[in-house]
DNA sequence: TAACTGTACTATCATACATAGTACACCATG
DNA sequence: CATGGTGTACTATGTATGATAGTACAGTTA
């Protein structure tokens, strides 16, 4: 359910962040659902318990899931409150990406296909 | 010249290369045109001198430059091994990115006309 | 009570980045 | 030749972040 990149220059936690908010995006996790509790999810992917509880408390705090002492964490019912900070963010670090892709020599048309690519993907799955 | 964002996750090194990259690319240095002297850049930017080394060393390696001891280091008449590592790479960061993008909620019409605007401006300046 | 949840600490380790300082080889200029 | 510029190499140190290890406590559920 979960891929890691141990390589990567992203953090595994954040990478857990990114994940769970793409599945509860994409409703894969629906409302009040349960998540992996902390040292289940850290024994399956082979991982500090602490890491995952790091993943967890950052998505609290950005309202994507909610937490209960002795019973568990769960998403969020109210994820309307998806910051327009981060969406700005996202937008200033696609920026520089797509024009370092330009400037390597992948042409502008190719990115063009892979957002409508991902786009359908995303929306058709 | 150069724009470096101490805060960024990417290190400073390599800005520094992704941006004497974009630069050759982008013919604003030609080529056998000299570069900074990895002393006086260091100064420039306020920067360990070591930091600037690393940076040329790198583009080097890469086939963008070249380094002549008691002279200086120079633009590559011969950068056509833009390798082709990067931009898989590349291809994969953006995918990804793009994915959150959606996910967050950027309609993905939106991402079109940024790529657009980027490679109009990149050509055109 | 027992076993599960989340949560909160401290301590330690590993890694990557950047800096500091020194040293040496080479080239150009006076 | 002497000086000061170039690239290059090396060790040591500082720093920040991420991840792990271990322990402890609070709350829930059976």
Redesign the pocket.
Known sequence: MFELD?RS?K?????LVDKMKELIMNELLKTDEQ??????L?TEL??????I??A??EL?TQGFIY???????FVNPNQKAIDKEKIVEMKKELEKLILEALYLGIPAQELISLIQDLDASKGGA
């Open positions: 141990m220059r953090p595994i936690y954040e990478q998540l992996p509790s902390v040292r289940q850290a082979s991982i500090n318990p602490n890491t509880q790091k967890y408390r609290e937490s209960v002492k002795g019973k568990g964490s």
